[in-house]
């Protein structure tokens, strides 16, 4: 029953991105030759919806889907993270889609990106074959 949770979240979620074009390769590419403000404007209100997300969260001591609490550790900025963010920008640029969008675009239809998911999905079990031996 909690799998089903994830699943109506995941789906409405995959919704809520192709209704709001986040999804569309043309959308990013405007993004990138600053063309268009609307994914700066859907990003930006992204993180005003994480900010008052996670505090409200941190006042009234939420608990996850599964009853755990939830702990939001601080992270550190190191090079790591500054080459982990540029390696993310560069697939996000040439795909057009960032890894949330994958889901949705394969479920819309748009086969070509099962290539990107399962890269994505490559680099991500990479990291964890190698994250030892990363800059941190």
Partial sequence: MKHLAFLVAGTVFGFVLTKAEAVSWFRIQEMF????????????????VA???????????????GGQPIAIEPKPFTKGTVLGGMTFGLGWAMTGACPGPLYALVGAGVYPMVVALLAAVAGTWAYGALRDRLPH
Avoid: D, E, K, T
């Fill in 33 to 48: 030759r600053f063309q268009s403000f609307h994914m700066y404007g859907l990003l930006m209100s992204a993180v005003v």
């Fill in 51 to 65: 900010m008052v997300s996670l505090a409200l969260i941190r006042r009234f001591g939420v608990r996850s889907l």
